[in-house]
């Protein structure tokens, strides 16, 4: 039988959050971790637009009590904000046993974050990097304790192919222009897709590395990522023309189909059976290992993301 959100095991006691969970399938994310038990922060940066998402889940589901999720401050475009919900979170809970990067953004102007930072990667990347160092001490003493099961899930995109060449992740530039397009074509369609390629790219190195590194440690924490496939959301269709939107929406997935594969990589128990076969992988449906492009499996890029990315953060004061 094919893996659904009734394969998602009993989650009663463990805490989780999500990113960008008051929409699309981020909503849908939070609404089944919950109804299996979970308790669950949504960050979102509109308090009103979060407690809206929220009161639609309890309205809905009245089996789910209404302390069972709650709404964290969180503005993915601001490290300093960034660093403060990590704070605020950290000083909430006394553990943290999923924490799922889904907030995504797609950018048709070329704008910066205040720090200097192109938005794409600024949101989809910079601030989930600093998320997740920062909620590192708690995930790894989550992880410490008895029969735990830990992990760190970040949603990419096979647009990780879009990126381009030239961008190594070398320099704080690949950041601040990761599209490596001329100021005249800024706007242009390719350089949204450069743009946004490169960020699903760098979601994929970020999950390699850390994963890595927590190996390295001896750190019992798993980490994917994921792609949820062509999914019928604001953000699912950030890329495309206006013009095609309409259409696209009625050949893609729905939110709630399109958030199963986050979901297995944050719930199934497959993957802490066997963590091997799971860990720094990406998926491209629940179960299903995509090995990807070249670029995203070289380790080489992925140190060199990891020390330009601290880089940035330093240099912005984080």
């Known amino acids: 039988m094919a893996w659904n959100e009734s394969s998602i095991p009993d989650l009663a006691g463990k805490v989780m959050l999500v990113t960008g969970g008051n929409s699309g399938i981020g909503f849908e994310t939070v609404k089944q971790l919950a109804l299996h ?5 949504v960050g979102a940066r ?5 407690k809206q998402a929220i009161d639609s889940i309890l309205s809905e589901h009245h089996s789910i009590p209404k302390e069972r999720i709650i709404w964290l401050p969180l503005d993915l475009s601001s490290l300093s904000n960034v660093i403060e919900a990590a704070k605020l979170f950290s000083s909430t809970e006394n553990r943290l046993d999923v924490l799922i ?3 995504g953004i797609a950018t048709e102007d070329f704008t910066t974050t205040k720090e200097g930072f192109e938005q794409t990667i600024a949101v989809n990347h910079l ?5 997740t160092t920062r909620l590192l001490p708690l995930l790894k003493s989550t992880a410490a304790e008895p029969k735990s099961d830990v992990r760190v899930v970040t949603v990419s995109s096979r647009a990780e192919k879009f990126a381009p060449d030239g961008n190594t992740f070398t320099t704080l530039k690949d950041l601040k222009d990761p599209g490596a397009t001329s100021p005249s074509d800024y706007t242009s369609r390719k350089a949204v897709f450069k743009r946004y390629g490169t960020s699903k790219l760098a979601n994929i190195l970020f999950t390699r590395e850390l994963q890595n590194r927590l190996t390295q440690e001896g750190a019992n924490v798993i980490a994917l990522t994921l792609d949820p496939g062509p ?6 269709m950030g890329i495309f023309p206006n013009l095609v939107k309409p259409v696209l929406k009625m050949v893609m997935k729905s939110p709630a189909k399109g958030a199963l594969t986050q979901l297995y990589c944050a719930t199934a128990t497959e ?3 066997e963590p091997e076969r799971y860990k720094g992988q990406l998926l491209n449906g629940p179960g299903k290992i995509d090995p990807a492009s070249e670029k995203s499996r070289s380790k080489k890029l992925a140190r060199s993301l990891w020390q330009i990315t601290a880089k940035a953060l330093e240099g912005a004061g984080i």
């Open 127 to 131: 601030g989930h990097f600093a998320l």
């Open 37 to 41: 038990g979970a308790k669950v922060y």
């Open 101 to 103: 990067n889904n907030a």
């Open 46 to 50: 509109s308090e009103s637009r979060a």
């Open 231 to 236: 999914v019928a959301t604001d953000s699912g």
């Open 271 to 273: 993957v802490v059976k």
